[in-house]
Each structure stands twice: as C-alpha cells, then as structure tokens.
C-alpha cells in the first residue's frame, strides 16, 4: 500500500460507516416487521463503529473552525446543516402523513406527534438527530476553542462515560448520542494532524493486538460490563482505529473504490435511507410468509444492498434539486452594508459669499 493510498482513508471509511448504518436499521425495522433477525450481536458491534467513525471524519474537515468569527462559522458551516435538518424532518412528517401505518421503530416520540414538529429546534428527532448533532458540535467547538485542548477532551470523556454508561440519561434519543459522541468530534477536529501521521505511519500487523483487544472489550459489554465507566468509550475507540487501520490498508480495487464512492454520497444516503426502509418494513410486516431462519438472515443483507442501491440512484437523480440539500443564497450570503453618505468637510462648506445670488 503507497503513501497515498493510505492517505486517502476518509472517503471510503465515510462508505464502510453508512453502509453499517444501512444495515443498522435494516435490522432494527425488519426485526419490528416480525423477521427473524440472527445478527443481534453483529448490530451490537456495528454500534461501535459507524457513528464514531462519521463524527471523527467530520471533526477533521472542523480543525480549521477556530480562525472563524462565530457568527461567520455559523452562516458558512453550521446554518445549511441545520436548513437540511429542518426541511427533511418537515419532509418526514409529509410522509407519515400520506402513509400514517409506516412503522417508526425507535423514535421518541410518534413523527405526527405535535410536539415532534414544534420542538425540533431543540428536541431532535430520532431519524436526523445526526445533523443536529453537528451544528452542535460545530458550534460548541468554535465556543470552548480557547479552553485548553486537554481540557476539552478530559470533559467530553467524562460526559461521553457518563451517557454510555447510563448514569445520566435524558428522553431522547439524539441528545444521549449526542452527549456519547461529541468526543470524537473533537478528537478529529484537535488531534486531525496525529491521527494522518499514525495511519500513515501504521503496519498491517498493528490490526492483530488492535483486533484482539477490541474483542475482549466487546465480550466485556455483552457480559454487563457496559456500565463500568470508559469501558464503551475505549471499545469505541478501539472499533474507530480499527476500522480505519483496516480501510486504510485496504488494496486498490472495487472494494475499495465502491467503498470510497457510497462515501461521497454518504451524507444523501443518510437522508434518503430510512424512508426505503420503512416501506419495505411495511411490506414485510403486511405480506411476510413464515420461511426458515437462513431466508431471514439472507433478506437482511438482500434489503441492505437494494436500500443502498435505491438512496445512490436517488442522490444521482436528486442532484437537480439543489434545495433539498443546499439552503437558498439568501440565508447564508451576509446582507451587504450600505455605504454612509459621505460628511462635508468643515473647509468644503460655502462661504457665505458664494450662497448669495
């Protein structure tokens, strides 16, 4: 593997991430929907690594925010993710309105809930909690930027133990994420440079002890240990290097550049996947026969390449209405100042010679 190769990582981890989601999800409606869902355990390690993954890529494209006045870092960076989340939210509730029997798995509240339009601003909803999560972060970054790095990073840890161990909770489901995740968003944004120089500098037998420990810990969760303080935070982290480590030494090829291609696309399949899922949850639910389990186990990696191939196309086609995923000029240029009238100088004023006829 060249320098390079193992320089353009992010692309196609942002691939490996949504697709993870995809299957995610998969598993969690067509398990809803009464299929046979065997890879419980399988979701239970996707869960380490797909959402960390994605925070701390975005936390790198976040490390130059600082040298931005705050206002100027939320009209460029954070006001167009917050125009997508409110516009695909308001989108979500059209249809569940035009198809009210879609199921809406884990939300916390039912999407024709009025309280689930009303306080999107400030209670995300469990479909795209992820955007608001990062016009959060985006901002609460450019705000603590003068407080010690360290400082920052012991303080996200701390909160992220405290929500992943379930000592402190709130109802609802974005911001316990939201407080589990904002460490790696800074990781990516304080320690981007670090991070380049280790997969760069990295050796494939790195993925051996990396590996192995990261099954230890991952046995320890599924053995109680969830609640134990740091532990979800190191398996976590553990899953990220990993993953990375894995994709960065992954050799040129279709894999590859498949994986890099769902990447570029990965922030319209987010919005796009969940609205195939719960149709074909519906469906299921309604028409699904009895058939044996290895049929069940293969309909969830079937769904997951159709749902993945369905959101692509649609990205593809899509890409002409630009409002859906980019907010009018009007809302991000900043309005131009008008010149003041200049002020007559005390020398330009007539003399009372020249005022007279």
Not at 235 to 264: C, E, F, H, N, S
Request: net charge positive.
């Amino acid at each position: 593997m060249t320098r390079a190769g193992r320089d353009s990582w992010t692309e196609p981890v942002k691939g490996a991430a949504i697709v993870m989601v995809v299957l995610f999800h998969v598993i969690q409606y067509l398990g809803d929907a009464g299929v046979d869902v065997m890879l419980g355990r399988v979701k239970a390690l996707g869960e380490l690594f797909p959402l960390p993954a994605f925070f701390l890529v975005a936390g790198l494209a976040a490390a130059g925010h600082p040298g931005l006045p705050v206002v100027e870092v939320w009209r460029r960076r954070a006001l167009p993710i917050a125009y997508v989340y409110l516009l695909w939210s308001a989108l979500r509730t059209v249809v569940y309105l035009l198809v009210p029997a879609l199921p809406y798995g884990d939300s916390d509240l039912p999407p024709l809930d009025w309280r689930t339009i009303a306080l999107l601003p400030v209670w995300p909803s469990s479909s795209y909690w992820f955007l608001y999560a990062l016009v959060v972060f985006i901002m609460v970054r450019r705000l603590v930027c003068r407080v010690p790095p360290a400082v920052q990073l012991a303080g996200a840890a701390v909160l992220s133990a405290l929500f992943a161990g379930g000592w402190v909770r709130v109802d609802n489901l974005g911001w316990n994420r939201i407080a589990v995740l904002f460490v790696f968003f800074l990781v990516g944004a304080l320690c981007g440079q670090r991070i380049k120089a280790f997969v760069r500098g990295s050796r494939p037998w790195f993925l051996l002890p990396l590996g192995a420990a990261l099954l230890v810990l991952f046995a320890g969760l599924l053995l109680g240990l969830r609640a134990v303080p740091f532990v979800p935070l190191l398996a976590q982290l553990l899953a990220v290097t990993v993953g990375i480590l894995a994709i960065a030494w992954l050799p040129a090829g279709r894999l590859r550049d498949g994986l890099a291609t769902v990447g570029t696309q990965a922030f319209r399949v987010y919005l796009v996947h969940l609205f195939a899922v719960v149709l074909v949850a519906l469906a299921l639910r309604t028409f699904y026969p009895d058939v044996p389990r290895v049929v069940d186990v293969a309909l969830q990696f079937v769904v997951t390449g159709v749902v993945l191939w369905l959101s692509l196309r649609f990205s593809t086609f899509s890409g002409r209405w630009r409002w859906l995923y980019v907010p009018p000029k009007a809302l991000t240029t900043p309005r131009a100042r008008r010149p003041r009238p200049a002020v007559t100088g005390a020398s330009e004023r007539p003399t009372p010679a020249a005022r007279r006829p």
